[in-house]
C-alpha cells in the first residue's frame, strides 16, 4: 500500500515539472518570437542596422583620419623666419651683393646696424686695422624668399648658419577675425541705439560704449594687419662678418692632421695680431715709459748724492 502511495506521488511531481518545462519553453520562444516580430525597430534588424551604422562611422574615423594625415598639419595663416649668418674677405662686395639681391626681390631693408671690431679683442683705435660687421633686418615678399635664398648661395661668401623657422597663427588669427566680426555687429547696433536714443544720459553711455567698442575693434584690426603684413613679408635676419682669413671654409669633416694643420695656421694668425697690438701698445706707452725712467733716474741721482755727503 506504501508502494502505491509513493508511486502515485513520483508520478504526480514527474507531471508537474513536465507541465513546468513546457510552459518555460513556450515562454521563451514566445519571448525570443515577440523580440523578433513585434517591434519592427528592434530585434535582429536593429542589431544589423546597428552593425551596419557602426561600420560606416568607424569607415568615416578612418577616412577622417587618414585625411587628417595626408593634409599639412600646419594651417593656412603661417609666418616664416629666417637668419643667416655669413663671414667674408670682402665686407664692401659682399654687403652689396645683398642688398642688390633684396632689392631685385622686391624687399626693404627695416634695420640695420654697423660696428667694428679687432680681431685680437682689444677695442679697435685709429690705428689698428679694424674689421666690420653688420646686421640686417630685411622684409622678404614670401613668394620670392625661396628665389631669394637660392641667390644668396651665389655670393662670394662663407655662410656660418641658416634657420628657417615657421609659426602657425590659423587659431589665433581665426579667433581675432571672430572678435573682430563681434565687435562691427556691436557697433552697428550702438549706432542704431544712438540715433533712437531720447535721453541725454542714454546718448552718454551709448557714445561711451561705442568708443570703447571702437578702440577695441580697431586694435584687433591692427593685430590683423600686422599679422597679414608679417605673412606677405617674411623677415630676414642677415649678419655679415668681415674676417682676415675664413678658416679653411670650416668644411665639416675634417681629418684629424687637418684639425691640428688648422689649429697651427690659427695660432699663427692670433700670435701675430697678438704682436701686432702689442707693438701700437708699445707706441701709445712710450710718453709714461719715459716719465718712469726720468723719475727713476732723479731718484737713483738724489740717493748718491746722499750716500756721498754721508760719507763726507
Not at 544589423?48 to 593656412?76: F, K, R, T, W, Y
Not at 571702437?214 to 590683423?224: D, K, P
Amino acid at each position: 500500500m506504501m508502494r502505491k502511495w509513493l508511486g502515485f506521488i513520483l508520478f504526480f511531481f514527474l507531471i508537474l515539472s513536465g507541465c513546468a518545462g513546457d510552459d518555460n519553453g513556450n515562454d521563451m520562444s514566445d519571448a525570443s518570437n515577440a523580440s523578433d516580430t513585434s517591434e519592427p525597430g528592434q530585434g535582429v534588424g536593429y542589431k544589423n542596422e546597428m552593425s551596419e551604422d557602426m561600420a560606416i562611422e568607424e569607415e568615416a574615423e578612418d577616412g577622417a583620419v587618414s585625411d587628417s594625415q595626408g593634409e599639412q598639419l600646419i594651417g593656412d595663416k603661417v609666418i616664416r623666419r629666417v637668419q643667416l649668418e655669413y663671414e667674408t674677405l670682402d665686407f664692401q662686395k659682399t654687403t652689396q651683393y645683398v642688398l642688390d639681391t633684396v632689392s631685385d626681390y622686391d624687399g626693404y631693408i627695416e634695420y640695420s646696424d654697423e660696428s667694428s671690431y679687432s680681431p685680437s679683442g682689444i677695442a679697435p683705435r685709429e690705428e689698428s686695422r679694424q674689421y666690420r660687421q653688420i646686421n640686417y633686418l630685411f622684409r622678404i615678399p614670401t613668394d620670392s624668399l625661396d628665389g631669394f635664398l637660392k641667390d644668396l648661395k651665389g655670393m662670394d661668401a662663407y655662410k656660418l648658419s641658416e634657420h628657417v623657422g615657421t609659426e602657425d597663427i590659423t587659431q589665433t588669427y581665426r579667433d581675432t577675425e571672430s572678435r573682430l566680426n563681434v565687435l562691427l555687429n556691436k557697433e552697428t547696433r550702438l549706432n542704431e541705439l544712438l540715433e533712437q536714443a531720447e535721453s541725454i544720459e542714454a546718448i552718454l553711455q551709448i557714445e561711451n560704449s561705442l568708443s570703447e567698442t571702437i578702440a577695441e575693434r580697431e586694435e584687433l584690426q591692427s593685430r590683423l594687419d600686422t599679422f597679414d603684413d608679417l605673412m606677405d613679408y617674411t623677415e630676414v635676419h642677415l649678419s655679415v662678418v668681415e674676417r682676415p682669413r675664413i678658416t679653411n671654409n670650416r668644411s665639416d669633416g675634417l681629418s684629424f692632421w687637418e684639425r691640428i694643420s688648422e689649429a697651427f695656421v690659427n695660432s699663427f694668425y692670433a700670435f701675430y695680431y697678438f704682436i701686432q697690438d702689442a707693438f701700437i701698445w708699445l707706441i701709445y706707452a712710450i710718453p709714461f715709459i719715459l716719465i718712469t725712467v726720468a723719475l727713476i733716474g732723479v731718484g737713483f741721482y738724489i740717493r748718491k748724492k746722499i750716500i756721498k755727503k754721508r760719507e763726507k
